[in-house]
């Protein structure tokens, strides 16, 4: 699953977590790829709380990353996404929707005027043979859908753009 982590200032960190099925004791192991990187990390339940190691053997307190959708960071505060990111939050404002990848235009879900919420399909892109979602980054009225089905974009393409 991915998740991305997006601060108040914009800057957004992205990373990939995968269990790979090893449960030994009450321990989850899980493998988290982060650029050119992987390591593995282990989660166990104890009373009720959530702990997390990167050793399997120096435990911390953790909150569960699948009910995560906020945490606080010193005096930061960080918006996670898990499985998708709403396009257009990390360097660009929430209601410009705008391609990460190249890709192919499979279904338009909105039309011009449409009042759409934070989370809704707005339409489906296909990107290195997977249908990806692209979700609205704001509650708003669509004020352009600059995209058609079938159309091959290229990274940084204006899809959709919503006003408040």
Do not use: C
């Not at 990167?54 to 996404?81: C, E, F, M, Q, R």
């Amino acid at each position: 699953m991915k998740y991305y982590v997006i601060n108040s200032d914009g800057k957004e960190i992205s990373f990939d977590i995968t269990g790979n099925s090893r449960l030994e004791n009450g321990i989850i192991a899980y493998n988290v790829s982060k650029e050119d990187t992987t390591k593995d990390y282990y989660f166990k339940k104890l009373a009720g709380k959530t702990y997390i190691s990167n050793d399997g053997t120096n435990w911390k307190k953790s909150t569960p990353l699948s009910t995560l959708s906020h945490i606080v960071n010193g005096n930061d505060a960080l918006k996670v996404y898990r499985g998708f990111k709403p396009s257009g939050l990390g360097s660009s404002d929430a209601g410009s929707l705008i391609t990460d990848m190249p890709g192919k235009v499979v279904k338009v879900l909105t039309t011009e005027g449409a009042v759409v919420n934070q989370g809704d399909t707005l339409l489906i892109l296909e990107a290195m043979k997977m249908e990806n979602e692209i979700k609205a980054g704001m509650d708003g009225v669509v004020k352009a859908v600059h995209v058609g089905e079938g159309q091959a974009l290229e990274s940084g393409h204006l899809m959709i753009e919503i006003e408040e």
